[in-house]
């Protein structure tokens, strides 16, 4: 499995960014994607996470009702939505995957792929 996200880049706070992560590879096997994010001296975090089966989500608490995580038909593109973007959202982000048993998987060490990340930067 390979994955490949895009979209970041610099935006003023209160803007918005989609990223996106493509799947390729043995798109079947996946269950569970996520993003992740990691600013400067601090750890990693989830973001978001998805089951490509039911679309089940869970949201980190600070981006709830500003960022949606969600998938297409084909099950081959997560993307997340990022609306009222603060400086504190300022971070690499990565998607990562996770597979096998259909649930929704949270913990960095349980997703077994991940992506290069992409850096999202929140300033004026």
């Known amino acids: 499995v390979q994955l490949q996200a895009s979209g970041g880049g610099l935006v003023q706070p209160g803007g918005s960014l989609r990223l996106s992560c493509s799947i390729s590879?043995?798109?079947?096997?996946?269950?569970?994607m996520a993003w992740f994010r990691q600013a400067p001296g601090k750890q990693r975090e989830l973001v978001a996470g998805?089951?490509?089966?039911?679309?089940?989500?869970k949201y980190e608490d600070s981006v709830k009702g500003r960022f949606t995580i969600f998938r297409n038909d084909a099950k081959t593109i997560v993307y997340l939505q990022m609306n009222s973007l603060k400086p504190e959202d300022t971070a690499v982000y990565y998607c990562?995957?996770?597979?096998?048993?259909?649930?929704?998987?949270?913990?960095?060490?349980?997703?077994?792929?991940w992506g290069v990340g992409t850096q999202v930067t929140v300033s004026s």
């Open positions: 590879g043995k798109i079947f096997s996946i269950n569970s």
């Open positions: 998805i089951t490509m089966v039911g679309e089940i989500t």
């Open positions: 990562a995957a996770a597979p096998g048993d259909g649930l929704l998987h949270l913990r960095a060490d349980e997703f077994d792929f």
